[in-house]
Nanobody
């Protein structure tokens, strides 16, 4: 079964960097599109980044474009989110998600979710 576990969150100052990881501790997910979403208190879960199962295509929310990079390592069943030039408005719980084949910008499209990891950016 697919089991997603996020790690790498924490507290950083504005302008700093973090790298989030999401490992599938269950079966391999080489044919799954992978995505990152985030949710701040009292707000809707919002799209951050997505990568195709082949790794050949990525898309980003306008708010993070040029600062965040999504990548994956199929051999390790792990997807990453490199976050640079962090801003206080990036503060949220970050969730990884997976669905078969094609990706989506919408959280309701995803079948599998991690437990979330807190990212806090101080000013």
């Amino acid at each position: 079964q697919v089991q997603l576990v996020e790690s790498g969150g924490g507290l950083v100052q504005a302008g700093g960097s973090l790298r989030l990881s999401c490992a599938d501790t269950g079966r391999a997910f080489s044919t799954y599109a992978r995505a990152w979403f985030r949710q701040a208190p009292g707000k809707e879960r919002e799209f951050v980044a997505v990568i195709t199962w082949s790794g050949g295509s990525t898309n980003y929310a306008d708010s993070v474009k040029g600062r965040f990079t999504i990548s994956k390592d199929n051999a390790k069943n792990t997807v990453y989110l490199q976050m640079n030039s962090l801003k206080p408005e990036d503060t949220a719980v970050y969730y990884c998600a997976a669905r078969p084949y094609s990706g989506s910008y919408y959280p309701t499209a995803y079948d599998h979710w991690g437990q979330g990891t807190q990212v806090t950016v101080s000013s």
